[in-house]
């Protein structure tokens, strides 16, 4: 009777691990063909077993496939496919990063540098003058002038 037990629930346990498999594989085990793109498409859209993002990264990739006609999408599966667009959205997002940071100490850099000038070089305005346009003596413009001190 022990024996009977141990054969029905080893059987019970390989039959859920085979559930588990197939049943998460569904749409991401997908192969492309030249022929069944749409087909898969179809299926992804009345599938529930992608998240949003992955949906997204898969629209993602395949707008970049149409895009450049260069890239091979055949033979690869829905899961290879979202998986590289995961890669290839992570490093454009480190690249924005590394920009964003690169013109944050450029602009550091630059205040710093502005600041050690004006330790450097004091200009202060001293008098401003105006004088007006007479055209009997031949002057035609009006003038401002400014008269400046520099301390260095």
Known sequence: ?????????LTLV???VAMVITGCSGVKSSK?????VSQILKQVKNSKNLTGEEN???LASMVRYKMQP??????????????EQRKIKAEYEAQQAEKKRLAEAA??????????????????PTRKG???????????????Q???AFHN
């Open 1 to 9: 009777m022990k024996l009977n037990f141990r054969v029905i629930g």
């Open 14 to 16: 390989l039959l859920l």
């Open 32 to 36: 492309f063909t030249q022929d069944n």
């Open 56 to 58: 997204t990264l898969l």
């Open 70 to 83: 260069r890239l091979v999408l055949e033979g690869k599966t829905v899961g290879e496919v979202i998986e």
């Open 107 to 124: 602009q550091k850099k630059e205040a710093a540098i502005a600041a050690e000038l004006n330790n450097y070089l004091v200009i202060t």
């Open 130 to 144: 105006f004088q007006e346009k007479n055209i009997y003596s031949g002057e035609f413009n009006d003038y401002i």
């Open 146 to 148: 400014i008269t400046f």
